[in-house]
T-cell receptor
Framework: GENVEQHPSTLSVQEGDSAVIKCTYSDSASNYFPWYKQELGKRPQLIIDIRSNVGEKKDQRIAVTLNKTAKHFSLHITETQPEDSAVYFCAASDDKIIFGKGTRLHILP | DGGITQSPKYLFRKEGQNVTLSCEQNLNHDAMYWYRQDPGQGLRLIYYSQIVNDFQKGDIAEGYSVSREKKESFPLTVTSAQKNPTAFYLC???????????????FGNGTRLTVT
């Protein structure tokens, strides 16, 4: 079955700097790659997703890139703000969605 | 107001007792999922259902059971066979199902189960 690896597990960046979170997946049949943000005590919320026929997608300060050959995809957050502090999960899907273990992002003042 | 409702928010049980967690959605979604969340472990898939009266095991199904008698409902029973049942349980649903049709998950607010 699918296995998703996510790095780093914890990331601290200065406010205004960029943050990058990387994931790899094992199942070449996976074709849908969502990213979720979970704030403390709340449910995960979708922030961006990408399908396998697209190499990059951007939404304001958030972008995701996908390399199907290497089976890895990344989340990029630019101009980080305090409200970006949260746990971020990547996921890969063929018929079911499998998640990485998460990255705790700290935005330092 | 459409969404996914999980109840209760907090649940306490004695070891050896079965307990059922409720999940109801009014989004008319075909697929429903149960995930377990433990610190540092991410979200691990317990069971999922792509259509009424059908469901499949996820990565950690042992000690759990589900049913999908109605499109709107996907209850999860944590049995006494589950060795470490204390966790945060999240239910989710999505619009499309099947291979090649991934779509976003909509999550409920979760149930925190404590077994002592």
């Amino acid at each position: 079955g699918e296995n998703v690896e996510q790095h780093p597990s914890t990331l601290s960046v200065q406010e205004g700097d960029s943050a990058v979170i990387k994931c790899t997946y094992s199942d070449s049949a996976s074709n849908y790659f969502p990213w979720y943000k979970q704030e403390l005590g709340k449910r995960p919320q979708l922030i961006i997703d990408i399908r396998s026929n697209v190499g990059e997608k951007k939404d304001q300060r958030i972008a995701v890139t996908l390399n199907k050959t290497a089976k890895h995809f990344s989340l990029h957050i630019t101009e980080t703000q305090p409200e970006d502090s949260a746990v971020y999960f990547c996921a890969a899907s063929d018929d079911k969605i499998i998640f990485g273990k998460g990255t705790r992002l700290h935005i330092l003042p | 107001d459409g969404g996914i409702t999980q109840s209760p928010k907090y649940l306490f049980r004695k070891e050896g007792q079965n307990v059922t967690l409720s999940c109801e959605q009014n989004l008319n979604h075909d697929a429903m999922y149960w995930y377990r969340q433990d610190p540092g472990q991410g979200l691990r898939l317990i069971y999922y259902s792509q259509i009424v009266n059908d469901f499949q095991k996820g990565d950690i199904a042992e000690g759990y059971s589900v049913s999908r008698e109605k499109k709107e409902s996907f209850p999860l029973t944590v049995t006494s066979a589950q060795k470490n049942p204390t966790a945060f349980y999240l239910c989710a649903s999505s619009t499309t199902t099947g291979i090649g049709s991934g779509s976003p998950l909509h999550f409920g607010n979760g149930t925190r189960l404590t077994v002592t």
